[in-house]
């Protein structure tokens, strides 16, 4: 009776009440729909446009600047020897305390095969096309300009008033060379005072003797006036003497630092040469794509300039943020131009990784999953 008197009751009941019945008694009807996965924060929505590509707007603006600051860095590069020593080592306190009290004019010394001082007009006419040399501004670029030949005729000269070989003795060793040995020899050999005297006066004829330039101080405000004041100084040898531009030789500290400046930057184009080349072909030997060897081979490059740019833009920071009157560490120097290589083989190596994580995600998760 009581169950029967129930079934009539629960047939009278409105047809919503059956399903507050069924849940009430803990029985499922129908499943609620699926509101679909979580959108990832790449998906996701700000300002009406997805964060992915915001993050792709960003990107491509930062990396509107990579261009100049590459180009920038790799002129700012600057080589002191001093710089590379540590700061309270002995011989770099004693190197800051001579230059103090000695240092003068930055100097070039050049010489080239053929320079002895029986041809003092090519120095002469070395030394006059020197002293006309003048930058942009119209100022000199050489302040003072030292020959062999010129000393030697200025110590026969009053009031020194030496002779030729006395003269020549004295500048041996710092402007002019020693006796050539076939001539030497000559000289060993002569058995009469007369025999003697012509020999030594051909020997002194043949040593090698140069000239000495004095950089103007505003030649040396910064490292691309100053290469320019020693490229200038080789060209004008080769001009007027009419010898090679590899048998010019020359020496000072301006040309050490010129010198490792170019040996630098020839470094790095042979390091980023073949480093892009076995970058790609590893690439593509693993990916077997050239569309993934491209992206690869894209992200470790950029990543490559990014690192030298970032040194640039800080030396401007430095100037305009931190209010400095010049550069510390926004410059480069030749150990610093090694780092693009080695970015540029991290990037690669991060790359390929990403990659492969990429495509394990989406064989589990599919696309949504893996991005």
């Known amino acids: 009776m009581s169950s029967a008197t129930d079934a009539d009751s629960a047939a009278d009941l409105p047809e919503g009440s059956h399903a507050s019945a069924g849940a009430s008694t803990g029985e499922s009807t129908e499943a609620a729909p699926d509101a ?8 996701r929505e700000r300002w009406g446009l997805k964060n992915w590509l915001l993050i792709a707007m960003a990107a491509v603006f930062v990396l509107g600047f990579v261009p100049r600051g590459v180009r920038k860095a790799i002129l700012s590069n600057v080589n002191n020897a001093e710089d590379w020593l540590p700061w309270n080592y002995p011989e770099s306190k004693a190197l800051r305390w001579f230059a103090q009290h000695y240092v003068g004019a930055k100097f070039a010394l050049v010489s080239w095969d053929g320079c002895t001082l029986a041809e003092k007009a090519a120095v002469a006419r070395v030394v006059a096309a020197l002293a006309g040399e003048k930058d942009e501004r119209g100022q000199p670029v050489y302040i003072k300009l030292l020959s062999g030949p010129a000393q030697v005729e200025s110590l026969t000269r009053e009031p020194s008033s030496l002779s030729t070989q006395q003269a020549i003795g004295r500048l041996e060793g710092a402007l002019v060379g020693p006796r050539p040995p076939p001539l030497a020899e000559a000289v060993a050999a002569a058995t009469s005072d007369a025999d003697r005297e012509r020999a030594e006066r051909r020997a002194d004829l043949g040593r090698t003797t140069c000239l000495v330039a004095y950089l103007a101080p505003h030649m040396t405000e910064n490292n691309q006036r100053m290469r320019s004041a020693i490229e200038r100084l ?3 040898v080769v001009q ?7 048998q010019v030789h020359m020496g000072g500290p301006p040309v050490d630092n010129i010198t490792i400046d170019i040996e630098g930057e020839k470094t790095l184009l042979r390091l980023a040469g073949f480093s892009g080349l076995v970058g790609f072909a590893l690439s593509f030997w693993c990916f077997r794509s050239l569309r993934l060897t491209w992206f ?4 470790s490059g950029l990543s490559a300039g990014v690192s030298l740019a970032i040194v640039y833009w800080y030396g401007v920071f430095e100037v305009v943020g931190l209010g400095y009157d010049e550069k510390h560490l926004g410059t480069v120097d030749a150990i610093l131009m ?19 994580y990429y495509r394990d995600e989406r064989d589990e998760r599919g696309q949504h999953g893996a991005a």
């Open 36 to 43: 679909g996965p979580t959108p990832s924060f790449l998906d």
């Open 296 to 299: 690869v081979f894209s992200v």
């Open 338 to 356: 090694s780092m693009p290589a080695v970015v540029y083989v991290l990037g690669l190596s991060g790359a390929i990784h990403i990659v492969n």
């Open 240 to 246: 007027q003497t009419g010898v090679a531009a590899d």
């Open 234 to 236: 080789r060209e004008v």
